[in-house]
């Protein structure tokens, strides 16, 4: 037996083979630069019984192999072909070829099969793309808390990667069902006036209970509303996918495919199984976000600082800002209670509960209700307070409160003011010449003590002028350049008394600027503001933001 | 201004002219009452609610801050002005010319959290509500946290951020990258971006406007649509801040303050000479000279500290404050942070101390920042 002594990994050709191409597992066919087959070996004779010597390639029905060798006879001797290596199929088989170059110009294409290799590349880009696609909706699912979003990320995901088109619908509310509608890159959000119970199976996928697998339905069965607008084409297949909400009805999947597309396989319907999970869990998230979301906000409503506005003649402003960044209400309140006609005395309170945050706003809830309903006792505001005390100390809680009336009245251009502290910082005046004056108001705090002391004063204001009630959170407010400083009473004084003439929303505004300016990044308490203030025309606010505002001077 | 100028015709504009010297005047007054006549006029003449906005009022609104600066202005005189305008704005909203249903979509419009001037946002707000877009207006600083939550409870096709002040676009950064990762695209707008809108580039915005006009034109013409990769982080768009200098130098601010405070006593001799309340100024004017130089590192862009320099330079010549301490103030400061590569050279420059900043420092003659 001849062996070669070439170091060379290819093996030599020669026009006519020897033994040892002939023993090679992988199939030899070398054909002429006509295309013609000069010669095979066995394994050739065995993979391609008709491409004996003379067969033509074009005519073994490998047009892959037949028009890469064709391309390759038509180049020069000199150009290497290692690198020219093609793939096509052989019956039900993928074989590479790889052609050398004979001496004499003939061109040999060795065979290898490669189907499992290539079955294994095509499921490896299979699962790529499926772990790229569930990484994204997981992503873009995971990103929202709003079921608005999560139904088109659901509809508009498993419009690309699942189906043709998609219909998201969610549980029913109230009339009829909600229903996003995701074709192409297109999503469109509709609420429509059906009975889920007309396509089959989709009543039970929605109601969440009892546990539902996919189901095929019969697309003729499909109501119009259950196609995206724009879905051209007949519907081939359809499958309800319920959305598993855990507990929670998250909702329901339509996947629809055209008839020219193949049906779903039982790995692409484990696949779409595997989104609805992800896609159920964000949005049973979401529906219990927005479900906690509305309580809070129904609950926050009745604490939250009231807007403040022109009250009979007399400009009310009012600002807070609770300590914490989470919070929007803490120990800190105001209100404004309107006289019931001009000539009536219009209450304004402003307080602080010990404590911060929650537990502090509930009981500012607590205080505000008392107030209200102590109104009718608002002409001796001793007695008022003497009376909230003595709600405060039977109440179960053990805080204690401070606050400052204030009872407004319009006389003419003049605003007339009683007002009284309790335990509280005294209200400060601005007179329209700059000159700030500390109310001589004082008290004893509220819920502390069986009985309550404090003196009312009388105040009168000039058109122009205001009245500031404010919390300690503002002047006990510690920061500045040198980070350690207390904003203090003299540096609030100050600043007021170069807010003549403003608006007492521009007061309140300025305030509160410079002493978030002062804090910076650093921890606060919280802090109130009303401002009261005198107009300085002599006509009502021009615009109100709620009528046209419209005056013929 | 890339503002649609197709849709202010010669006449409109050359009305608009005359309604703004009626308002400026009006506010110059302090009279609300006056101001609100003047531009329901305007309205009753035919001029449409989306001009008077942005053809009058904005206009108006920008010089308060221009005379302001110029000194022409007092504090008071501003907020005055500011108020007025708001309540102006607040009765246009009430027109009958207004859309009675949103058709568009829904929007979400707010400052940044430490941004008080809201006006520019109302006035967006307020457009786009005019051109059919269902919008919630924030107001001004909204902390990020709310502004979050309030895109998971109503989720808007888009976020409108408004930032005027440049030290306020740290947080800015913070806030947009939140909201791309609720999922909601952010388009930003505002004079802290940059006039050519460079820092809402730097740091990601999926759309940035010069003004209102241009916001809601871009909104009309194609909503943009933020990536869910999942996969940016806000450090992704910045990578010097590995160096940390922003960091470190935000944290020590009160210390770099102190020090530097320290330092110019001992070799400043007019500081001697300073009342408490000059100190004060002073202590407050080098916590800003530290608050912008931390934003230019953030961004590493010197351009935006030798502007803020310039700029309180303007303004204390306008207020004949002399500013000759600047140098040393800023020489002491670039002595503290010799050991910070890119603070150094945002302090000290190409040329060495001085190119082109000007004194911040009031002398005891008084008038400050």
């Known amino acids: 037996m001849k062996t070669s002594k070439r170091p060379s990994s290819r093996p030599r050709v020669d026009t006519r083979l020897g033994a040892l191409p002939d023993a090679a597992p992988c199939p030899l066919l070398v054909a002429d630069p006509a295309g013609v087959v000069v010669e095979r070996n066995a394994a050739a004779s065995r993979l391609l019984p008709g491409a004996g010597t003379g067969a033509r390639l074009h005519e073994l029905g490998l047009e892959w192999l037949a028009d890469a060798h064709e391309r390759l006879a038509g180049t020069g001797h000199s150009a290497r072909l290692e690198s020219e290596a093609v793939t096509g199929q052989v019956g039900d088989r993928s074989f590479e070829a790889r052609p050398t170059r004979t001496e004499d110009g003939h061109i040999a294409w060795w065979l290898a099969d490669n189907t499992g290799r290539r079955a294994a590349e095509e499921a490896l880009q299979v699962e790529r793309e499926r772990t790229a696609f569930l990484a994204e909706a997981s992503n873009a699912l995971l990103a929202t808390l709003n079921v608005d979003r999560c139904m088109e990320v659901t509809a508009r995901l498993a419009a690309k990667y699942l189906a043709d088109a998609a219909v998201a619908i969610g549980p029913p509310a109230g009339r009829g069902l909600p229903l996003t509608y995701g074709s192409g890159d297109h999503v469109e959000r509709a609420h429509v006036d059906a009975d889920p119970a007309v396509v089959p199976g989709l009543e039970e996928a929605l109601q969440g209970f009892p546990p539902v697998a996919s189901q095929w339905i019969d697309p003729a069965s499909l109501p119009e509303w259950a196609v995206p607008p724009g879905f051209d084409g007949p519907t081939g297949s359809v499958v309800i996918t319920p959305l598993p909400g855990h507990g929670i009805a998250a909702g329901a999947l339509i996947l629809l495919r055209r008839s020219s597309h193949s049906a779903f396989s039982e790995r692409e319907e484990v696949f779409a199984h595997l989104f609805a999970a992800r896609a159920g869990a964000a949005l049973s998230a979401a529906r219990m976000y927005a479900h906690q979301a509305s309580i809070t906000s129904t609950l926050m409503q009745e604490l939250l600082p009231p807007q403040l506005e022109q009250v009979h003649g007399v400009d009310f402003a009012g600002g807070y800002r609770p300590s914490g960044q989470r919070e929007r209400i803490g120990g800190d309140f105001y209100d404004v209670h309107p006289g019931s006609d001009p000539g009536q005395e219009t209450l304004a309170v402003l307080g602080d509960v010990c404590g911060k945050g929650l537990d502090a706003a509930v009981l500012t809830g607590k205080i505000r209700n008392t107030l209200q309903a102590l109104l009718p006792m608002a002409d001796d505001h001793e007695r008022m307070l003497n009376l909230l005390n003595g709600a405060l100390l039977n109440a179960e809680h053990t805080r204690f409160a401070t606050l400052v009336l204030a009872s407004v009245v319009r006389r003419e251009r003049t605003v007339r003011l009683r007002l009284t502290s309790a335990g509280h910082p005294a209200p400060l005046i601005v007179r329209s010449d700059g000159r700030v004056e500390e109310a001589e108001t004082q008290g004893t705090l509220v819920g502390v003590l069986p009985e309550c002391h404090a003196d009312t004063v009388a105040v009168e204001l000039a058109p122009g002028e205001l009245c500031l009630l404010f919390t300690d959170g503002i002047i006990e407010a510690k920061g500045g350049p040198l980070g350690d400083a207390m904003f203090g009473e003299q540096r609030l004084a100050d600043v007021l008394s170069d807010c003549v003439g403003l608006p007492a929303e521009a007061v309140i505004e300025r305030i509160q600027m410079l002493a978030a300016q002062w804090i910076g990044q650093g921890r606060h308490d919280d802090m109130a503001l009303v401002a009261i203030a005198a107009p300085r025309h002599a006509h009502l606010s021009a615009v109100d933001g709620h009528t046209r505002g419209r005056y013929t001077a | ?369």
């Not at chain 2, 829904?106 to 877009?133: F, K, N, S």
């Not at chain 2, 001799?269 to 407050?284: I, K, L, N, S, V």
């Not at chain 2, 934003?295 to 303007?314: C, H, I, M, N």
Request: aromatic share 6%; proline share 6%.
């Open chain 2, 1 to 369: 201004m890339t503002a649609d100028h197709a849709s202010v015709p010669a006449p409109a504009g050359a009305q608009a002219a005359g309604v703004r010297e009626g308002l400026w005047g009006a506010l110059q007054a302090g009279d609300e009452y006056a101001a609100a006549a003047v531009v329901f006029a305007a309205i009753d003449a035919g001029m449409s609610a989306e001009d008077v906005l942005l053809d009058v009022i904005a206009p108006v609104q920008a010089k308060v801050g221009t005379e302001w600066a110029a000194n022409r202005m007092t504090v008071a005189q501003e907020h005055t002005a500011t108020a007025i305008n708001e309540r102006v704005i607040a009765g246009l909203s009430h027109q009958p010319g207004a859309p009675a249903e949103a058709t568009l979509g829904r929007i979400t419009v707010a400052c940044v959290d430490g941004e008080w001037h809201a006006l520019p946002a109302r006035l967006l707000a307020e457009t786009l509500r005019l051109r059919g877009w269902r919008v919630d207006f924030l107001g001004a600083q909204v902390p990020t946290l709310h502004l979050i939550e309030h895109l998971h409870t109503t989720g808007p096709d888009a976020v409108a951020l408004s930032s005027s002040i440049p030290t306020r676009l740290p947080t800015a950064h913070a806030t947009i990258t939140a909201c791309q990762a609720a999922g909601v695209p952010v388009l930003a707008g505002g004079a802290a971006f940059g006039s050519d809108g460079r820092f809402a580039r730097l740091l990601g915005v999926d759309v940035w406007a010069p003004d209102a006009r241009a916001a809601a034109d871009r909104l009309a013409h194609e909503m943009p649509r933020t990536s869910l990769a999942g996969t940016h982080q806000a450090v992704d768009d910045l990578p010097h801040l590995a160096d940390q200098e922003y960091t470190l130098i935000t944290q020590s601010r009160p210390q770099l303050v102190k020090q530097t405070m320290a330092e110019l006593e001992a070799t400043y001799p007019p500081m001697r000479a300073y009342t408490d309340a000059q100190r004060q100024h002073t202590a407050e004017d080098m916590a800003h000279i530290v608050d912008f130089l931390a934003s230019a590192l953030y961004t590493d862009d010197r351009e935006l500290f030798t502007g803020f320099l310039s700029w309180t330079g303007e303004i204390l010549a306008a207020r004949g404050v002399p500013a000759d301490s600047l140098t040393p103030a800023l020489g002491l400061l670039a002595g503290q942070l010799s050991d910070f590569p890119r603070a150094t050279r945002f302090l000290s420059g190409p040329h060495g101390h001085g190119d082109g900043l000007e004194a911040v420092i009031p002398s005891p003659s008084g008038g400050r920042v």
